[in-house]
């Protein structure tokens, strides 16, 4: 079956920087886009940064210069690559896998995420 797996949560000072993994197995990886979401508590879960199969990005105005997505193919591996960290970066983060469009079938269980001020 289809897993994701994110790691590289954790704590971090304002001002710091975090890379997070996700590793998928059970799919095409190199025919889905992969994407990174955040959920804080009380909030919706939003939308974070997006790498399409081609490579093409797209992140959130929130994160935008400050992060970085990419993907390792033959790895099976998402990065998400987040510098300048805010104490409002702080949530559980995603990575969830699209085979077309922004249809977001698969998730993976997510990854801690703290910035402290």
């Known amino acids: 079956q289809v897993q994701l797996v994110e790691s590289g949560g954790g704590l971090v000072q304002a001002g710091g920087s975090l890379r997070l993994s996700c590793a998928a197995s059970?799919?095409?990886?190199?025919?889905?886009?992969m994407a990174w979401f955040r959920q804080s508590p009380g909030k919706e879960r939003e939308f974070v940064s997006r790498i399409g199969y081609s490579g093409s990005t797209s992140y959130a105005d929130s994160v935008k210069g400050r992060s970085t997505i990419s993907r390792d193919n033959a790895k099976n591996t998402v990065y998400l690559q987040m510098d300048s960290m805010k104490p409002e970066d702080t949530a559980v983060y995603y990575c969830?896998?699209?085979?077309?469009?922004?249809?977001?079938?698969?998730w993976g269980q997510g990854t801690q995420v703290t910035v402290s001020s």
């Open positions: 969830a896998a699209a085979r077309s469009g922004y249809e977001y079938t698969y």
């Open positions: 059970g799919l095409t990886f190199k025919f889905y886009a």
